[in-house]
């Protein structure tokens, strides 16, 4: 009998995408989308281990003050559980070792970085061993951009997909590894699940193809497992034909390309015993 697929979408304190993100998991055949705010966890209200899918939603965490997502990060890393000793962080390592999904959209993929779950080399989550800082160009950049998908790549979530065509909105979304070293290992290991890229499906490192500078093109990364996954562009806001900025002019499927992302998770689950 298939698995039921529960999926849960994390707002509060500055993310602004969580109903657009909820919408995609209720359009990808998730049985079960709760938004749950982030002091519902801290409270013991909710626990992460009722679901199988976490979403976390791009916005503006904690205003981006101390640098994109490093406020909420410390919040994971440090806060408690009301009436309890576990640390938040440790609520979210037993969800990721019980083999379950985790999803990073633009902030989310921020706080992702920032908390070390990604690209946690080896499995190692101790530590923050990349970074996303500022654009290039030296302000936000909100366009479109085209990207090419890894097929050699384990992420669950971009199986079946080429080239995707999907906006960015951010400020801070240029991929830095910590060395040389590292970057060697995520191209290595096919770790690099999405680039920047032109129409054709090249890869560009060029402005505004790649709107950020990003090193290497990277757009999205997931871990050895391809069951963690982040990315700067927005496959929440593609779901269906009239996201497109050009669905008067041109004749589009009615789906949205974005929307694949959240399926292959949804069927991948599907088919699992956590």
């Known amino acids: 009998m298939p698995r039921k697929v529960k999926a849960i979408v994390l707002t509060g ?42 979403n976390l939603p791009g916005g503006f965490l904690d205003g981006d003050d101390l640098g994109s997502a490093k406020a909420g990060a410390n919040r994971f890393l440090c806060a408690h559980i009301r009436n309890s000793r576990d640390l938040l962080f440790d609520q979210l390592l037993k969800f990721i070792n019980a083999g379950k999904l985790i999803l990073g959209v633009c902030n989310g993929f921020q706080l992702m970085i920032k908390l070390g779950l990604l690209p946690a080399l080896s499995d190692d989550y101790s530590g923050q061993s990349a970074t996303l800082t500022y654009n290039d160009s030296g302000r936000f950049e909100d366009r479109w951009v085209y990207l090419k998908a890894d097929v050699q790549s384990p992420c669950v979530y971009t199986r079946g997909t080429d080239v995707l065509y999907l906006p960015v909105r951010h ?52 871990n050895e497992s391809g069951r963690l996954f982040g990315l700067m562009p927005h496959p929440e806001a593609y779901l269906c034909r009239v996201n497109h900025p050009r669905w008067t002019r041109e ?12 399926r292959n998770a949804v069927n991948f689950i599907r088919g699992k015993d956590f």
Do not use: W
């Open 13 to 54: 304190n500055g993310t602004n995408c969580e109903m657009e993100m909820a919408q995609a998991c209720k359009l990808a055949g998730a049985d079960v989308v709760d938004i749950v705010h982030l002091s519902e966890l801290l409270y013991g209200q909710k626990r992460l281990d009722n679901y199988s899918f976490l």
């Open 251 to 262: 004749k589009l499927p009615q789906e949205g390309q974005g929307l694949m992302i959240f």
């Open 171 to 222: 400020g801070e979304g240029k991929f830095i590894p910590q060395s040389a070293a590292i970057l060697s290992q995520i191209e290595g290991k096919n770790l690099c699940a999405l680039k920047y890229c032109n129409p054709d499906g090249l890869t560009s490192m060029e402005y505004p193809a790649n709107p950020n500078g990003s090193v290497n093109a990277i757009a999205g990364i997931c």
